[in-house]
């Protein structure tokens, strides 16, 4: 007679290695007589197009060789006394196990708040990991890997990990992932320590937002507020330290906001205004408003004098008038206030062909010149800057031109918009008076930034609608991609330190959205109500933290139930409630003889919506009782 079909067990593959594994399975029902021999099939092929055999009388076979981190289907057959096979029984499938990565690992790109880790797919004497593995990259600030841990999983042979502290030493450790999911034994990758820098880090886990009462919670929690708290702390390890709405190498940020008036407010609150002469007309601008030159009149001025700048950035939004092809000068330095200067440099202008050039006199004229014309009628970034490095212009975020040259002519001086005189200098254009439109100038009369800079502060503005400026928190009410942020600041003072120090600072601020009502989250996840913090060193150097807040300020429909009663109690049961967005979260019962409530019996407290019924014991018989029910939701909000 045939031999019954073999049945599958809960758990046909134990135990699993990387590149062997057994497989189980029942006898038959009716049972198979002692003796009966199993064929077992092994493949990687749920077709089995290809397979390994194992012939057994046991109700088990164990298969080795098999490739590593591989996925195995298997089957089995009973077989008679004449080797006629009953049908097969599908046992499923696994995958035999990764083997642990090769190490120690080889860190590159290693800066202030990331680095990169590579490793190799395994060892000589243990194998090697297929292409198609999964890692499972650890990094942490403790050698045992307790605590905080950053986790990555890569499918390649390295990894790159952000949103570390700089100045930190760092743990890192892999493991291979099987296509089961199961970790092999983690590879020890060694340590390294970030680089120092006084970009500023948003410590994780830190963003804060209150309830109406005060109370500070996650912001992945409901709030029942539409004017919460915030809180946030940011952290820099190296000098000169953290700036929070004063940049003291900043020398003047005009925004050029105002829409009204004859002055330019600095926003590094160091008192450098710009004073606009001659028509002024304001227009939108890049940001906000800007002031229109109109290539005749229109010019502004620096109110305070400037000793001898030697080192410095000069940036600003700038474009042209419609059909406008005569250049003019868009900032530069003068000895004069108003007028022509007598001495003029560390200017920016434009040619007549639409060119821009970057001058210092050293005696003669040095010049770093675009190649590309910019008079389009489209805003453009030009940066410019001088050190010991030499003279670079920037447009755009991009490099354009650069001269070797070091040092300047020595006199004290204004800075200038749109108009200084020119004369004497390459490609001067017909008129000195720039006509179109200028907006966001920024000014540092100590520091030069580098071209990765140009490109931070071009996408700020450009791509991200951000102003330049010290640690400021934005914050939107409107959804999607083009988000319309408004400003608000979070303090008032600069944590500083001497050059050179890698003393840790850490800066906390909390404050509340008193002009700003945010709105209610209409369902988790939404992009509504973000949040954005922009954190500056005292170098210039940026980094953003963006977050969002869900909001919840309706309380729950109001419960609904049915009452039961006995001699000595009452029951309500059916207690149902809805609430959105934040969900239903508690129900509180009370039961009085007073209709109005005013002396209550029994108050069950808040308990888990789940319950959907509470039991009043111990109440006197042929008594006349009142109950009522309240629910709160996930935000707090209490019918």
Do not use: C
Request: hydrophobic letters at 35%; zero cysteines.
């Amino acid at each position: 007679t045939q031999a019954s079909q073999p049945i599958s067990p809960a758990n046909p593959f134990s135990p699993v290695y990387a590149s062997s594994l057994t497989v189980s399975f029942q006898n038959g029902n009716p049972a198979n007589p002692s003796g009966t021999f199993y064929d077992v099939l092994l493949s990687t092929d749920p077709a089995f197009s290809v397979y390994l055999t194992s012939i057994t009388a046991n109700l088990s076979a164990g298969f080795t060789g098999l490739f590593i981190n591989t996925s195995y289907y298997a089957e089995a057959a009973g077989e008679n006394w004449q080797d006629v096979l009953s049908s097969f029984t599908p046992l499923g499938s696994t995958s035999t196990l990764a083997v642990i990565p090769g190490g120690p690992g080889v860190f590159s790109g290693v800066g202030g708040n990331s680095l990169t880790v590579a490793w190799s797919s395994g060892t000589l004497s243990g194998g090697y990991n297929p292409s198609w593995t999964e890692y499972d990259l650890q990094v942490s600030t403790n050698s045992n890997f307790t605590g905080a841990v950053v986790n990555d999983f890569v499918s390649a042979l390295s990894g790159s990990v952000s949103g570390l502290l700089p100045g930190t030493l760092y743990y890192a450790q892999v493991a291979g992932v099987s296509q089961s999911g199961a970790l092999s034994p983690f590879a020890s990758l060694g340590s390294t320590t970030t680089a120092n820098s006084a970009i500023p880090s948003f410590i994780n886990g830190t963003f804060l937002v209150s309830n109406a009462l005060g109370n500070f919670q996650s912001p992945t929690l409901y709030t029942d507020t539409t004017t919460p708290n915030l809180q946030i702390q940011i952290l820099s390890n190296y000098a000169p330290g953290l700036s929070v709405t004063d940049t003291p190498d900043t020398w003047a940020i005009w925004h050029l906001d105002e829409d009204a008036g004859t002055v330019g407010y600095d926003a590094s609150l160091h008192g450098n205004n710009l004073d606009l002469t001659g028509t002024v007309t304001w227009q939108p601008g890049i940001l906000g408003s800007s002031v229109y030159f109109d290539g005749s009149t229109t010019a502004g001025y620096g109110i305070n004098q400037v000793t001898n700048p030697t080192t410095f950035t000069i940036a600003a939004w700038f474009k042209t008038a419609n059909g406008y092809n005569a250049g003019g000068k868009i900032i530069g330095f003068g000895n004069a206030q108003t007028g022509a200067s007598g001495n003029y440099d560390r200017h920016i202008y434009m040619t007549n062909s639409g060119t821009l050039e970057f001058g210092i006199w050293t005696g003669a004229a040095a010049m770093a010149a675009s190649g590309s014309a910019y008079n389009d009628g489209n805003w453009h970034f030009a940066m410019a800057t001088l050190s010991g490095a030499g003279m670079y212009l920037y447009v755009d975020g991009k490099e354009v031109g650069y001269n070797s040259n070091t040092a300047a002519q020595g006199y004290n001086g204004y800075w200038r918009l749109g108009y200084d005189n020119l004369n004497g200098w390459p490609n001067a254009p017909t008129s000195y008076y720039f006509q179109g439109n200028i907006d966001e100038v920024f000014i540092n009369n100590t520091d030069a930034l580098n071209s990765s800079q140009a490109a931070v502060y071009y996408n700020l503005v450009k791509n991200e609608t951000h102003e330049l400026g010290a640690p400021n928190v934005d914050i939107s009410t409107q959804a999607g991609n083009n988000l319309t942020w408004i400003r608000f600041s979070t303090a008032a003072f600069a944590i500083t330190g001497a050059d050179g120090t890698t003393t840790q600072q850490l800066w906390s601020s909390t404050f509340t959205l008193d002009n700003f009502s945010l709105v209610q989250t209409t369902a988790p996840g939404a992009v509504t109500n973000q949040v954005m913090f922009l954190g500056d060193s005292v170098d210039s150097q940026m980094t953003t933290a963006q977050f969002t807040i869900l909001v919840d300020t309706t309380p729950p429909a109001l419960p609904t139930f049915s009452l039961e009663s006995t001699t000595n109690s009452v029951t309500l049961n059916n207690l149902s409630s809805f609430d959105s967005p934040s969900g239903l979260a508690f129900f509180d019962v009370q039961i009085s003889t007073y209709s109005n409530f005013s002396s209550l019996n029994q108050d069950s407290g808040f308990f888990a919506a789940t319950q959907s019924s509470w039991t009043f014991n111990s109440l006197n018989a042929n008594t006349t009782y009142y109950a009522q029910s309240r629910a709160e939701d996930n935000a707090t909000n209490i019918s």
